[in-house]
């Protein structure tokens, strides 16, 4: 009997007919004559069959000719097999067993005699294996690895178990920032897949070992700084992501501080900043001069200038996340000393499933006499008196642990502190004699001058010791603490049930507190002091979760969160006249809020397209109102060359930063909660890629407009601030950027051309005029070259200068840093700018190794040409007289940073 042959290909539709086909034979079975039933099924039917390499076909067409079996079967599927089997008074599935054994195919009864040749559907084989740098031999976490139309992730040791059901042992491995590669494994053996940095055409931009690139990763547009070597941009303390992530386009440092972002028009304020999902309130030290995020503890920084998922909210302006060093990878000690700090890092296993980092910094002592001190101290403040000494420190703590093969534990610490102290003493001689005193008012008459004489010789010795009736001597002193501090902790587990589904759970405790103390006392026959006080803090605690699936092309991830947030302030001022004291004022106040929310992302890849969609919806606990966050995303490839991408979403935020007025006078900044509506922003953006071969080319063009913008206080203080009420902001244009790889040059370029505008009310006519981050144009460029141990790289800026603040009577004053405006000035309404802003920096690094120790030097050179960028422009009023005076930016500054260390670098 000739098969039943279908001509399409065999798939679950064939599998219904064939379920179809059983159930009709199996019930005319049933209710056949009984004679017939009774007879032996044919599958039951025996023969004798020798055939050795003939066609399948063949041997299916003479079994069906011997026995009433009925094949189902796809030509496709039969036509390439051969069969060779030779067995002696066999059943016809005996004999299909032996033909099929060392084939992809295989035999399966569905009735008596209707018998279905399918492929395999094997148990599967697991692949197993690890991910590591080329270079440094650093495990690789989260990396990709794909088979077919499935894939997983590896942990955090660069791990990975992937079970496949077909022949094929092929794999492909990606990395944002590395070369994708493919392998082919051994079920047997674990395989070592290592991955060359840097080189992927398409996406968002990448830093990575120095080297600027392109990744591929059109769902997120993210920008990314990948591995250890974060210190591709010269910093004046070595390595510095935060300041790496400023040379993106659309980012702007507009006031040299690491770590304050402006992104696409928003302030640092409205960029939420996460180490190991602890949400920091203060990134930088030393008014940010470096950032205070110890580069040791870093393992990738994620910008998300757009296309955020949606597990991530509550700020209006973009957000990074800071991928914590992985803790595994073995041992690792090293020690880094350059002209501000020390720091200290060590790595190393707990056992085969466990790991522990921990990385720390100081200062070095008596800093103020450290000549990188003076230089940058004195250009932020703009004055060389009375310099006070100052102290930063950090420290990271990394604890992972994987308790199973698909779950990962980890434990992770943070505290970072600055101090600012300045102590004025000053002892001086008084004395009480009464004759003296009137001989002094009479010679002041100014008709007699018949001892002028005497009074020049007074000069010198005002009081003869046998006319005195007491000397005294007075102590007078005035010392001042200003410190800043961060705490944090979180607790993360990752479960992958396989490699489709997995779940995260993340619990956080966030802390940042600022704090002044001031005295100023007499001691002379009776002790006075005057003492002022004041604290400010906020904490947050936050619980999030989160599943995500992937079925086929399409993924799936859902969470929440639970949020509270509490603020705490504390002024006060006391006298005390020896043991009385007395409280001329105090004050303590508090508020506390909760945030909760629920998030859903969606995203179906195509072979030319990989389309995302998000939402986002928060519950704000003070106005018990729910804000909706819906965001889109999308990515077309025209060609292989070409593609087109674009974005729009939309984000809330419930916390605002608050700048003091002088840093030496009061607590350097405070956090409030808003009592009106939470400011928004509602982003868009879209733009081609072009890649051929090493070069790609980026033009996005993006419009942001944010509502609820305020100059001032945005909580309680608000009123008494100034009764401003919130305006709204619009930050537009187009970014272009280039990048070019040729040997050991790697060559990468951008341009924005932008505007930032603000609107209120109240001020300037209710017109709309530049906001003080504003710059119209800015061009960023990076050259590298790499030769074996040796590494050269620079950084170029070049941009307009931002507005110069014009004073329109109800100016406060500006905060002695330049980082903030506290008072109400229109900004350029008369037009004026700052001076184009100009930076160069080189650096210079060298690299050795010996008997297994390591050890890099590095040259960096600061503001190559001493070029006198302007900071902001101060200003002082005198009656009807406005008095202006530039406050610069760092000039000159050579450093020298030597890392040694032991281990795996």
């Known amino acids: 009997m000739v098969g039943y042959r279908p001509t399409y290909p065999y798939s679950k539709y064939t599998h219904f007919l064939a379920t179809s086909m059983s159930l009709a034979f199996a019930l005319a079975l049933f209710v056949m004559p009984v004679d017939v039933a009774a007879q032996p099924a044919a599958a039951d039917s025996v023969m004798t069959v020798d055939v050795h390499d003939e066609p399948l076909r063949a041997l299916l067409d003479k079994i069906s000719r011997e026995t009433t079996v009925q094949f189902v079967y796809d030509d496709a599927l039969v036509d390439p097999v051969r069969a060779t089997v030779r067995c002696e008074a066999c059943k016809p599935m005996r004999i299909m067993a032996l033909a099929l054994e060392n084939t992809p195919l295989e035999a399966i009864l569905q009735t008596g005699s209707l018998v279905v040749i399918r492929k395999k559907r094997e148990e599967g084989v697991l692949l197993s294996g690890v991910v590591r740098d080329a270079e440094s031999g650093l495990p690789l976490a989260f990396a990709h690895v794909i088979h077919g139309d499935t894939g997983t992730s590896t942990d955090e040791a660069g791990r990975f178990a992937l079970r496949v059901v077909s022949h094929s042992r092929d794999v492909e491995v990606r990395y944002l920032g590395y070369e994708s590669k493919s392998a082919t494994l051994s079920e047997n053996e674990s395989a070592t897949v290592l991955l060359e940095p840097g080189t992927a055409e398409l996406g968002a931009v990448i830093v990575h070992g120095g080297a600027i690139a392109a990744a591929d990763d059109p769902r997120t547009q993210a920008s990314m700084l990948t591995g250890r070597q974060l210190d591709a941009i010269p910093s004046v303390a070595g390595a510095d ?99 501000l700090h020390v720091a200290a890092s060590t790595r190393f296993p707990l056992g085969r499933s466990a790991g522990l980092l921990v990385a720390a910094r100081s200062s070095l002592p008596s800093m103020e006499q450290r000549n990188a001190y003076r230089t940058y101290f004195d250009s932020v403040l703009g004055s060389e008196d009375d310099r006070p000494g100052f102290s930063f420190r950090d420290l990271n703590a990394r604890l992972a642990i994987i308790p199973g093969s698909r779950s990962l534990f980890s434990l992770n610490g943070y505290a970072s502190g600055d101090r600012l102290d300045r102590a004025y003493e000053e002892e001086f001689s008084l004395f009480d004699d009464a004759e003296q005193d009137e001989e002094d008012i009479d010679d002041q008459d100014p008709e007699d001058d018949s001892d002028a004489e005497d009074d020049d010789a007074d000069d010198f010795d005002p009081c003869d010791p046998d006319d ?146 998000g939402l986002r919806v928060v519950r704000f606990g003070p106005s018990n109102q729910l804000d909706v966050e819906p965001r889109l995303r999308g990515a077309f490839s025209v060609s292989e060359s070409l593609s087109w991408t674009a974005s729009w979403e939309r984000h809330h935020q419930y916390l605002f930063r608050v700048f003091g007025v002088d840093v030496l006078e009061e607590p350097r900044d405070r956090w409030e909660i808003p009592d009106h509506e939470p400011s928004a922003s509602t982003l868009r953006s879209t733009g081609v890629r072009w890649h051929q071969g090493s070069v790609s080319i980026l033009l996005e063009a993006f419009s942001n407009v944010f509502e609820g913008v305020a100059l001032l206080s945005r909580g309680r203080n608000a009123e008494s601030a100034g009764g401003d009420s919130p305006g709204s902001g619009l930050a537009n244009g187009i970014e272009a950027q280039i990048r070019v790889k040729k040997g050991p040059w790697v060559a990468w370029s951008s341009y924005t051309r932008s505007r930032v505008e603000y609107t209120f009310d109240w001020l300037n006519d209710g017109a709309s005029f530049p906001a003080l981050h504003d710059r119209p144009h800015a061009t960023k460029t990076m050259i590298e070259w790499r030769n074996g141990n040796w590494k050269l790289g620079s950084s170029i800026v070049v941009a307009s200068g931002r507005p110069a603040v014009i004073p329109d009577g109800t100016s406060r004053g500006i905060d002695p840093i330049g980082t903030a405006v506290s008072g109400t000035s229109a900004r350029s309404v008369l037009g004026q700018r700052l001076p184009v802003y100009e930076r160069l920096d080189l650096h210079l690094r060298r690299h050795a190794q010996f008997r297994g120790a390591h050890t890099e030097v590095d040259l960096t050179l600061i503001n190559v040409g001493n070029r006198s960028n302007v900071r902001y422009r101060r200003f002082n009023q005198t009656d009807d007289l406005l008095q202006f005076s530039d406050v610069q930016m760092l000039g000159f500054t050579p450093t020298l940073t030597i890392r040694v260390g032991r281990g795996s670098f």
């Open 468 to 613: 005195c009736d007491e000397e005294f001597s007075i102590l007078e002193s005035e010392p001042i603490h200003n410190s800043w501090s961060s705490r944090g902790m979180s607790a993360q587990w990752l479960t992958a049930w396989n490699d489709r589904h997995q779940t995260h759970w993340q619990l956080s405790l966030s802390r940042y507190s600022s704090q002044f103390d001031y005295r100023r006392s007499e001691e002379a026959e009776d002790f006075f002091e005057t003492h002022r006080f004041a604290f400010s803090s906020v904490e947050e605690r936050r619980l999030r979760w989160g599943h995500d699936m992937s079925l086929g092309s399409h993924e799936l991830s859902m969470g929440g969160f639970l949020k509270r947030v509490a603020l705490k302030e504390s002024d006060g001022l006391t006298e005390r006249l020896d043991d009385v004291e007395q409280l001329f004022e105090d004050s303590d106040w508090a508020e506390t809020a909760s945030i909760s929310g629920l998030y859903a992302d969606w995203n179906l890849s195509g072979r030319r397209f990989d389309v995302a969609s």
């Open 241 to 339: 992501p935060m300041i790496g992530l400023s040379r993106i386009p659309g980012v702007e440092d507009i006031e040299e501080r690491a770590g304050a972002l402006y992104v696409r028009g928003a302030t640092p304020d409205d960029v939420l900043v996460e180490w190991a999902g602890i949400p920091l309130f203060n990134t930088d030290h030393f008014f940010g001069m470096i950032s205070a995020i110890n580069p040791e503890s870093v393992e990738d920084a994620t910008m998300y200038r757009y296309g955020a998922p949606s597990r991530l909210g509550g700020r209006t302006g973009g957000y990074v996340e800071l991928a914590p060093a992985s803790a595994f990878g073995g041992f690792l000690a090293s020690g880094t000393v350059s002209p």
